[in-house]
T-cell receptor, first 113, second 110 residues
Framework: DARVTQTPRHKVTEMGQEVTMRCQPI?????VFWYRQTMMQGLELLAY????????DSGMPKDRFSAEMPDATLATLKIQPSEPRDSAVYFC???????????FGQGTRLTVV | QKEVEQDPGPLSVPEGAIVSLNCTYS??????FMWYRQYSRKGPELLMY????GNKEDGRFTAQVDKSSKYISLFIRDSQPSDSATYLC??????????FGPGTRLSVLP
């Protein structure tokens, strides 16, 4: 069953705490995207990686957000310290270089109180 | 002005109706255009993909791109209650790294 797996599905945390979201891309996909979705802003690209190297993270607040790919089967997005305005659904998507389709995970619904 | 504009709806239609969903954009360099469907509390899934101008048909779905007007459309024929979802347009200058529209919420009533 080839799909993008994200954990946790839901996360409620207090302001100031560190949050780590994980993504397992589809096996063989070499491009990984992190998106954030809110009612106000819609779906925004935070960062994307190709062959584990960051290609573009201009959409990410650098002071508190960080994204990494420790290996080809794991991508992480960390927020430290978290703030209420970070409350959103965070999606990971993966794809193949040169292929237009990105396959999305189910998302992590983050609530920062 | 946002780079990609889309009427958020909600749009309610009776079952069997023809649905027209639209997006406008400002970046004339965009040449890859996609439509994603997103069910409630799920991730977006690709519906249609078009490169440059023209039409593309897939079953009940037709995607149109008019680059001269910076306008794209998705038509759904014989709409079904299962088509009720949010439809997101997405576009890019290159083949990845897409900019998404805010989405139009569609309800097809039985």
């Amino acid at each position: 069953d080839a799909r993008v797996t994200q954990t946790p599905r839901h996360k409620v945390t207090e302001m100031g705490q560190e949050v780590t979201m994980r993504c397992q891309p589809i096996l063989g996909h070499n491009t990984v995207f992190w998106y954030r979705q809110t009612m106000m802003q819609g779906l925004e690209l935070l960062a994307y990686f190709r062959n584990r190297a960051p290609l573009d993270d201009s959409g990410m607040p650098k002071d508190r957000f960080s994204a990494e790919m420790p290996d080809a089967t794991l991508a992480t997005l960390k927020i430290q310290p978290s703030e209420p305005r970070d409350s959103a659904v965070y999606f990971c998507a993966s794809g193949l270089q040169g292929n237009t389709e990105a396959f999305f995970g189910q998302g992590t619904r983050l609530t920062v109180v | 002005q946002k780079e990609v504009e889309q009427d958020p709806g909600p749009l309610s239609v009776p079952e069997g109706a023809i649905v027209s969903l639209n997006c406008t954009y400002s970046n004339s360099a965009f040449q890859y255009f996609m439509w994603y469907r997103q069910y409630s509390r799920k991730g977006p899934e690709l519906l249609m993909y078009t490169y440059s101008s023209g039409n593309k048909e897939d079953g009940r779905f037709t995607a149109q791109v008019d680059k001269s007007s910076k306008y794209i459309s998705l038509f759904i024929r014989d709409s079904q209650p299962s088509d009720s979802a949010t439809y997101l347009c997405a576009m890019s200058e290159f083949s990845q790294n897409f900019v998404f529209g805010p989405g139009t919420r569609l309800s097809v009533l039985p």
